[in-house]
């Protein structure tokens, strides 16, 4: 069985996973996907054996006509209130301001820019409600638990800021035996797709 395939698995049959992307269909964003903490800790919940519930589902989409952060704020709420799950919404194209970086072209773009290689994989929907996932760096770091710096941060030279982004998120007290690994493994080529379209 491939890696794409024991994600699906992994995922497939899980409620909240089904409800996320059912509700973010929708609103009919652009390019969206949903990344991070949802897809992380359901995964290594049942490979490490313990049940770790997502604190937010990360919604992450590629809109430059409109980039308020007043408008992520409003579709946050609608979502919420529609599903009761706590929708966390950033648009990728304002997003490189808050990072202190140039611009973003693209949702995939963006996510080569996150800080662990295992946030960097996006799972959207498509007509039949099927998820749909896919990866930046390979399914590596979610197959075998590792925080694992992404090469824009280590090119960057921004071990300090991948360091405090695990603090930041109280990463290490949700996963304390999860370890860090500093120094890249893996190219930016892997699994790489150029659009998201659900």
Not at 29 to 37: A, K, M, R, Y
Not at 80 to 97: D, E, T, V, W
Request: negative net charge; contains cysteine.
């Amino acid at each position: 069985m491939t890696k794409y395939c024991k994600v699906m698995e992994l995922l497939d049959h899980n409620h909240m996973v089904r409800e996320a992307i059912d509700v973010s269909m929708s609103v009919d964003l652009p390019n969206w996907c949903i990344v991070g903490g949802l897809i992380r800790d359901l995964a290594w919940g049942k490979i490490l054996g313990r049940e770790v519930p997502p604190r937010d589902i990360d919604l992450i989409y590629f809109d430059p006509m409109n980039t308020t952060p007043e408008k992520d704020w409003e579709i946050e709420e609608h979502l919420s209130n529609l599903s009761g799950l706590p929708f966390r919404l950033n648009n990728q194209a304002r997003m490189h301001q808050f990072n202190s970086e140039a611009r973003y072209i693209s949702v995939v773009d963006a996510m080569t820019k996150f800080p662990t290689t295992v946030s960097a994989i996006g799972i959207s929907g498509s007509e039949n409600r099927t998820p749909l996932v896919f990866s930046i760096f390979g399914y590596g770091a979610l197959f075998e638990p590792v925080f694992q710096i992404t090469p824009h941060f280590s090119n960057s030279r921004r071990q300090k800021d991948f360091s405090e982004y695990l603090h930041r998120n109280g990463l290490f007290e949700r996963w304390p035996e999860v370890p860090v690994n500093p120094i890249p493994e893996c190219s930016t080529n892997a699994n790489v797709v150029t659009s998201v379209k659900p």
